[in-house]
């Protein structure tokens, strides 16, 4: 099947009370080891790609791949998202190379690291839902700043300032009426990438009670939640044991992010693990056989690793096993749905 709007899978999620993960790809393995995973538990899939992956892919490569995933696995539902655009443009460049969905990130001004006034973000989300939504193409905007230091798309709060710049849940309910987005990525103290915590998180240093009340305030947008990286212990202890150097780090438990999907979160970022995983695996097979020059001899446990850890959270966010029961839309048919909304 064609790729769908991201809506149809959270419309989905929701109405059965799940999440589903969107993986971070770069490059063809990336992709293959998601493919292999949603096969393997039935799960419907989104892949996503930031502006720094679409560069070092180049839009033609990824835009292939993407066809090529969706030729291969014919059952399954896939859409592909545009993760954190910067801008208006950035959006409508990723529309016209066939994202069906894209994250408009007004949270922070276009240089990415900025944090920006509720006003622009409502200007620029509000421009990249019109030219989406006329085109049947899902729109993720963002309210609240996430932490974080090492972090390519963010403003680098930490303690007290991060805590100032969660989203504020009075806040949401008059955005998502104000810019009509389908999907609403919340601030609740997590950051990106793999140093997330200095220890294991409860859910009051993840704050997701402010989750809890933004879904009781606004019970039909779905949440997404970003930097869901779980850190897994034993993935760092691989990367160390065969020579890499990874700081003592936690990252957000699984349980907490269930807690998460009970209270509306259907759409669930993981990127960090995947790259933890593939490091591991690629440093194990460069230490154990120092004379292996063959690259798929490292990019296949590579593939092999990050589809380890896919399944895992296909699993975890309880989409396994729901590929077959989703009626897939096209954007055509979304084009309709938003225009009825609109009146
Ligand atoms: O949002 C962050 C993702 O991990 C993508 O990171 O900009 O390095 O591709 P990236
Ligand atoms: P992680 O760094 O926790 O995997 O988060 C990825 C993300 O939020 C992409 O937008
Ligand atoms: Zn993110």
Known sequence: MPLIP????LDHAAANGYGVAAFNVNDMEQI????AAAEKTDSPVIVQASRGAREYSQDAYLRHLMLA????????????HQ???NSPATCMSA???GFTSVMIDGSLTEDGKTPADYAYNVRVTREVVQAAHAKGVTVEGELGVLGGIEDSHGAGLTGDEALKHLTDPAQAGQFVAETGVDALAVAIGTSHGAYKFSRKPTGDVLVMSVIEEIHERLPN???VMHGSSSVPQELLEIIRQYGGQMKETYGVPVEEIQRGIKHGVRKINVDTDNRLAMTGAVRKVFAESPGEFDPRKWLGPARAAMQKVCEERMIAFGQAGQAGKIKPKSLRSMVTFYAKKAK
Do not use: W
């Open 32 to 35: 293959q080891a998601i493919m």
């Open 69 to 80: 995933a969706a030729e291969l696995h014919p059952r399954l539902p896939i859409a592909m």
């Open 95 to 97: 529309i016209a190379q």
């Open 83 to 85: 993760d954190h655009g």
């Open 221 to 223: 947008t779905h949440l």
């Open 6 to 9: 991201m809506r149809v899978l």
